[in-house]
């Protein structure tokens, strides 16, 4: 499986080859603030949501000032790092698919040549594969569908997790097929030269 190029999960944070544990203390945040501009915290909380936010929200999650985080938002919507959602109480934020999608391509090309492209396509086959097999549907659909028959919300919850991950294999299969499928022009745009 491939990795952005900065990541937040389970309270880790990563920017290239630094990662700073953010377990919410005062010295954790701290020790983040200490390591990372206002900017690239802002930055690495947008790009990492599920689901569209408001700046109140970046900023607390990012520990700067709503002020801040605002000025930093409309600079990421400037560049399509991200994009803006209305709704009736504020505007929110969310990553930009497409710039996602695109940075991640770049980053399948300057890391895989084209062998390792296919073994990673292998790898989310096998993955897809044995979510059916596990689960006996053919579709991450199918599979949210059963979870509203269930009768527990353990069961219900594993199978909307399941759901997920799978929605995800077929979204990364998606994307390293566009970079098999393009490998020598997206190589040449990026200066490599590996068959």
Known sequence: MFDPDYWIRDNFIRFGDATL????SPRGVEAWKEHTTAFDRVRSIVEALDQARTAQ????????SETTANNHLKRLVEMNVIRTVASNDATRYEPDPLYARFRTLRELIANHDHEQLLELRADLQQQIEECKTQHGVASPTKLRKRATKTETATETMELIEAASDWELSQY??????DAIDNYGEYAAIDGRAHA
């Open 172 to 177: 990364q299969l998606s994307i390293v097929d």
């Open 57 to 64: 929200y970046i900023a607390e999650e990012a520990a700067v």
């Open 21 to 24: 544990c953010m377990d919410g």
